[in-house]
Structures are given as structure tokens and as C-alpha cells.
């Protein structure tokens, strides 16, 4: 059974270009498929009973009637929220889909599986005050580490990355002149995302000054494009853009925990994670007049679905601009 679920995952590597985050995920989700599927099958009285996957059967013994129990057991005794429980089902049915796809299995077990109906929430956003108020207070730090964390929040708003994308920047990916980050999101897929003026000169400044004082005195004959030479670790150029004292480039989690201390700071009283940021910075587009088309293109949207939740964001803006344009308002 093992091996048709790496073979999956590879699929999710090769085919679609998913994320280490997004394949664990999936490999959490069928795992805990087969763990069920496994105490079913130790709990039949005589071992016999149809409908089972186990390390001594085949995906061809998974019906419906098993699926629809696993459902039941997510939603009664594991308590899992529609959300969740609906992610799991998908994870199985894309599962399923493949085996199909690879002639593993002759039918879809999952075909008429139904999972919770999930209504899209909107997006939790900060106004212009509150990103104003958050940013001002982290440009007070004036430590390497303060100028660091200072930059990594102006950027997510500038930008609106996710922050998986702002941990994966390297140096290189930087271009100062231009105004402008490269950066990898889902799928693989690349992306420019431009800087305001202001973004750009804290950007410079953390690479130019903040940035050697983190990586420290040791140096190689490589350069950036910011025009410094690169630090290394062990022989081993630094390319990563935000590092710490020891020269390890940040993870997702690190730039959560700077995020909250800031907002505590600030004394903005709400739950801030960096993908308010991301909210925040595609609503304020809109409402500034971009267009759906230009803020998929800067959120790294595969489908224009995705970013028309905003839309629902901006209905005070748009009647704000129906009362100021009609000849007869």
C-alpha cells in the first residue's frame, strides 16, 4: 500500500510541483486513511470482511461503504471541523483519481463520496491605519535583527507574498534597480512582485547594512546583485535573503512568532498572521483601483476564482465610488 502512495506523492512532485508543506499533508491524510481502514480490519471478528486496505490487501478492497465510516469517525469521534474533514476527502479522492489515471484500480471508490459542504469564509484584513500603525512600530528597531524583521513585514505587505515564499527568497532574487522581487509559489510557478519606493529603501538598506552584521565578518569572492560580497557558512555561500545570527536561513515559523510581537506592540488587538498581510495588501489594491485580473497576477492566483473572494471585500468602496460619480447621486 506504501508504495502507491510515494508513487502519488512523486506524481504531486513531478506533474504539479506541490510543496514539501503540501505533500505532507497528503501523506498525513491517506496515512490516516490506512490506520483506519487497518483497526477495521483487526476489529472483524474473522478478518474476512470486504471493504479494507491493510499491508495485506490491495486498493481494489476500499469501497464506499469504508469511506463513508471514515467520514463518520472524522466528523463523530475525531471531531474534525467541516474544513478539515473536507481536505481529507479531497486528499483521498485526488488519491483515488490516480490510481484510476494508473490503472491500479479499475473503479473510483470516491466517485460518490460526499464530504461536508464548506462555505468560503472572507478574509480577515487590517485597514491602512493598522498596517500603518504595524509597520511604523517595527521601523523603530534599529538592531540588525529589528531592521530584519522591520523589512520581512514591509515586503509582505509591498508585495503580498505568502510567507513560505518570503523564507524561500535568496539574495539573487533580489533586483533594487528594477524594484522588484523573483519569488516561487504554488505549483512552482514564478512570479515579479514590485516594491513601493518606500519597501525598496528599507530593502536596500537591510542588505546592504543589516544583513553583513547577521552573517558576519567572514566573506567569499562571490557577489549579488545588491553589489556585496556573499558570507558563507562552513565554505558554503549564504544565498538565503533572511538569515539569523547563524547564518540559517528563517523559517514560516519564525517570521509567525516576529509578526505577533509586533502586533502586540503596535497594540492592534486582533489575531495578525502573515496571510492578513496578504489580505490586507489585496484589498487595499483593490480598492485603490487595480483591476481582479492585476491582483491575481501579484497574488500568484493559478485561477481568478481564487481571487474574487476579495471582491466581496471592496462593496463599501465601490458604492463610495457610485455616489461620487453619478450624475444623479
Not at 97 to 102: A, G, H, P, S, T
Not at 197 to 222: H, Q
Amino acid at each position: 500500500m506504501k508504495e502507491a502512495v510515494d508513487s502519488f506523492l512523486n506524481h504531486l512532485v513531478v506533474e504539479k510541483g506541490f510543496s514539501t508543506n503540501t505533500l505532507e499533508a497528503y501523506r498525513n491524510d491517506l496515512t490516516q486513511f490506512i490506520s483506519f481502514a487497518e483497526d477495521k480490519r483487526t476489529a472483524s471478528s474473522d478478518g474476512t470482511s470486504t471493504g479494507h486496505a491493510s499491508s495485506n490487501g490491495t486498493w481494489n478492497q476500499v469501497d464506499l461503504g469504508l469511506l463513508t465510516d471514515y467520514v463518520s469517525n472524522l466528523r463523530g469521534k475525531k471531531s474534525y471541523r467541516d474544513t478539515t474533514t473536507a481536505r481529507k476527502v479531497a486528499s483521498l479522492k485526488s488519491f483515488f483519481n490516480f490510481l484510476v489515471q494508473e490503472e491500479a484500480i479499475s473503479d473510483d471508490p470516491t466517485e460518490f463520496l460526499n464530504a461536508p459542504k464548506v462555505g468560503r469564509s472572507l478574509p480577515k484584513y487590517l485597514s491602512e491605519e493598522e498596517v500603518e500603525k504595524l509597520l511604523d512600530t517595527a521601523a523603530g528597531e534599529q538592531s540588525p535583527e529589528g531592521r530584519r524583521d522591520r523589512t520581512m513585514l514591509e515586503l509582505l505587505y509591498a508585495t503580498g507574498v505568502r510567507v513560505s515564499e518570503l523564507v524561500s527568497l535568496d539574495v539573487q532574487d533580489v533586483n533594487l534597480l528594477e524594484g522588484y522581487i523573483r519569488c516561487t509559489g504554488k505549483g512552482s510557478r514564478e512570479r515579479i512582485a514590485y516594491m513601493y519606493p518606500r519597501a525598496i529603501k528599507v530593502l536596500s538598506e537591510y542588505c546592504n547594512d543589516a544583513r553583513p552584521i547577521l552573517l558576519g565578518p567572514a566573506k567569499s569572492n562571490s557577489r549579488s546583485n545588491s553589489s556585496r560580497p556573499e558570507e558563507t557558512k562552513g565554505g558554503v555561500e549564504v544565498k538565503a535573503l533572511f538569515v539569523n545570527h547563524r547564518k540559517d536561513r528563517l523559517t514560516r515559523q519564525w517570521v509567525w512568532t516576529v509578526l505577533k510581537n509586533y502586533a502586540k506592540k503596535a497594540g492592534l488587538d486582533k489575531p495578525i498572521t502573515p496571510h492578513v498581510l496578504r489580505h490586507s495588501f489585496a484589498t487595499h489594491m483593490l480598492r485603490g483601483g487595480a483591476s481582479l485580473r492585476h491582483v491575481q497576477e501579484l497574488l500568484g492566483h493559478s485561477s481568478i476564482t481564487t481571487t474574487q473572494v476579495y471582491t466581496h471585500l471592496t462593496t463599501e468602496h465601490v458604492r463610495l465610488e457610485y455616489d461620487r460619480s453619478h450624475p444623479r447621486s
